[in-house]
């Protein structure tokens, strides 16, 4: 049996290991970086995992391993092979995957297993001969359930967080808190309760999910949830090109089979379903929960600040040679029919 990349097993998934990998061919060991109940960890990677062994006829084996670094860093972890397979942020690696920007755009994406999809088309249809994940071989792509204000004071209007420390992650949702003037605080998600609870920030941009996922209900007393969000974070999921090759022609098309469109439709769904149990953890801890209304002052100060931000994705992958205004006309398109 081939053993890929290093040996640590995660939780709960080491069960996983003592049935399946002996009597697999090969183990595909992909590490991941959110808590154990955050839905890529509850759903999608032990979904994917029983697709990879079902349709590999038990020929290739997964299992999930805890990685505690920075997950900007998983992106060189397995370009250089010390693990097998992983996921990030895109924007936690600033410069080098812009496309995937467009579905960062403010107001695009208001549902996350529509715009997984449509991330993914428009990736395969338009994106992927720029290479700009050129040392890695692309599983899936998937972004988040709209990004919310989770803060530690109430917002009744844009005005109110300016200058106030917030949490961002990197992306466009930069270019809109620089728009908020907000003082922004760039660190990765799971960052956020310990810098709420330090008062570090004042407050913190992320799906609902993590009301109840990184427990941001017990250091935020208000949630603001506006009609598309704020922003949507994109993801990718990316295995080790050269550990991809090593499998026969069978397993390699097996696994793709159970990737792509069919592995981000997954995790958008997931995360996009999560966002619920995020807002009820929220109102079970007494967190004020204000729902914007589509023609709330809030919400048109919002797409105010907003505007204009789809032109600031398409020059900002200008040197990419991308027909971007296509791009984002098909992501669109996607979208809308994904959501009929």
Avoid: C
Avoid at 215 to 241: C, D, W
Avoid at 252 to 266: F, H, P, Q, T, Y
Avoid at 274 to 289: F, M
């Amino acid at each position: 049996m081939k053993h890929l990349g290093r040996t640590l097993l995660y939780g709960t998934v080491g069960v996983f290991f003592s049935v399946s990998a002996l009597a697999a061919e090969t183990t595909l060991r992909v590490s991941t970086w959110l808590p154990p109940t955050n839905p890529q960890n509850e759903t999608v990677w032990p979904t994917w995992a029983k697709w990879v062994e079902e349709a590999t006829e038990g020929r290739v084996n997964v299992i999930i391993e805890d990685y505690n670094g920075h997950p900007r860093t998983l992106f060189t972890a397995v370009e250089d092979g010390v693990v097998d397979a992983s996921f990030s942020v895109n924007a936690y690696l600033s410069g080098r995957f812009m496309l995937p920007g467009i579905a960062e755009i403010p107001g695009e994406v208001a549902d996350a297993e529509s715009g997984s999809v449509a991330l993914w088309r428009v990736y395969k249809e338009y994106f992927e001969p720029a290479n700009e994940y050129e040392g890695l071989h692309v599983l899936g792509m998937f972004v988040h359930g709209p990004g919310q204000l989770h803060t530690r004071f109430p917002v009744t209007s844009m005005s109110d967080l300016k200058s106030k420390k917030m949490r961002v992650g990197g992306g466009l949702v930069n270019a809109l808190a620089e728009r908020m003037e907000v003082s922004p605080v760039s660190a990765p998600a799971p960052k956020s309760y310990e810098m709420m609870q330090q008062g570090v920030v004042d407050g913190t941009f992320l799906p609902p999910l993590d009301q109840k996922f990184l427990r941001i209900h017990e250091v935020s007393s208000q949630l603001t949830l506006f009609p598309k969000g704020l922003y949507t974070t994109a993801f990718t999921i990316f295995m080790n090109p050269d550990v991809f090759a090593q499998l026969s022609a069978e397993d390699r098309n097996a696994i793709m089979e159970v990737s792509g469109e069919k592995l981000s439709r997954l995790a958008g769904a997931a995360w996009g379903t999560a966002d619920e149990d995020g807002i009820a953890e929220a109102a079970k801890n007494k967190v004020n929960i204000v729902r914007v209304g589509e023609n709330d002052p809030l919400a048109q100060e919002l797409n105010k600040l907003s505007r204009g931000l789809d032109q600031k994705w398409m020059e900002s992958v200008a040197e990419r040679k991308v027909n971007a205004a296509a791009a984002l006309q098909r992501f669109r398109a996607i979208v809308a029919e994904e959501q009929k």
